[in-house]
């Protein structure tokens, strides 16, 4: 709870279960591109966590690992991103963007009986941006759906949204 600043090594894989939960000070982290998997609530309970860079390399996000992060406004998750468990961003009553560059939806891990779904208690109004050319494989792919709604396409490489226009 006293650890206001952490910095992962460079070699650094795997950031494990719990490996940085409650830290009420830390207020960003810069994840290493050696990082593949970010495991269950890791980040958990990080009240101040403004500020999260992500892996380039990164392929799952384990459960509620951003779980409680209050202060979170915006999330990118990288292209590489190919499974995010349950209840990642639960009870992130701040976050209004999440730009999802993965250009295939990705998986999302779920249990029978879970209570806790992607993005849960997040910000009014909160938007996923995903890649322009799959806006509907999101609106179409499982837990993803449930955000039809809130799902824009977004052009990563320009870097601003793209309004569909259906007559």
Same mark, same amino acid.
């Given at each position: 709870?006293?650890? =206001?600043?952490?910095?992962?090594?460079?070699?650094? /894989?795997?950031?494990?279960? %719990?490996?940085?939960?409650?830290?009420?000070?830390? @207020?960003?982290?810069?994840?290493?591109?050696?990082?593949? !998997?970010?495991? /269950?609530? &890791?980040?958990?309970?990080?009240? *101040?966590?403004?500020? !999260?860079?992500?892996?380039?390399?990164?392929?799952?996000?384990?459960?509620?690992?951003?779980?409680?992060?209050?202060?979170?406004?915006?999330?990118?998750?990288?292209?590489?991103?190919?499974?995010?468990? @349950?209840?990642?961003? %639960?009870?992130?009553? *701040?976050?209004? /963007?999440? #730009?999802?560059? =993965?250009?295939?939806?990705?998986? +999302?891990?779920?249990?029978?009986?879970?209570?806790?779904?992607?993005?849960?208690?997040?910000?009014?109004? @909160?938007?996923? #941006?995903?890649? #322009? /050319?799959? +806006?509907? &494989?999101?609106?179409?792919?499982?837990?993803? @759906?449930? #955000?039809?709604?809130?799902?824009?396409?977004? %052009?990563?490489?320009?870097?601003? +949204?793209?309004?569909?226009?259906?007559?």
């Amino acid at each position: 709870d006293t650890i =206001a600043e952490i910095i992962l090594p460079n070699n650094l /894989e795997i950031i494990g279960s %719990d490996a940085c939960s409650s830290l009420k000070r830390l @207020r960003s982290i810069k994840v290493p591109d050696s990082v593949q !998997i970010i495991d /269950e609530w &890791a980040f958990s309970g990080c009240i *101040n966590l403004e500020d !999260i860079k992500l892996s380039n390399s990164l392929k799952s996000i384990g459960d509620c690992a951003f779980h409680w992060c209050y202060s979170l406004t915006k999330i990118v998750i990288p292209e590489s991103i190919e499974e995010i468990g @349950r209840g990642v961003f %639960d009870e992130c009553s *701040n976050l209004i /963007e999440v #730009y999802c560059k =993965a250009v295939i939806p990705p998986k +999302v891990k779920w249990r029978s009986g879970s209570n806790h779904d992607l993005f849960k208690n997040n910000s009014s109004g @909160r938007k996923i #941006y995903v890649p #322009y /050319e799959s +806006v509907d &494989a999101y609106k179409k792919a499982p837990l993803w @759906r449930m #955000y039809a709604k809130d799902i824009v396409g977004f %052009d990563f490489k320009n870097s601003k +949204v793209l309004l569909v226009v259906k007559s």
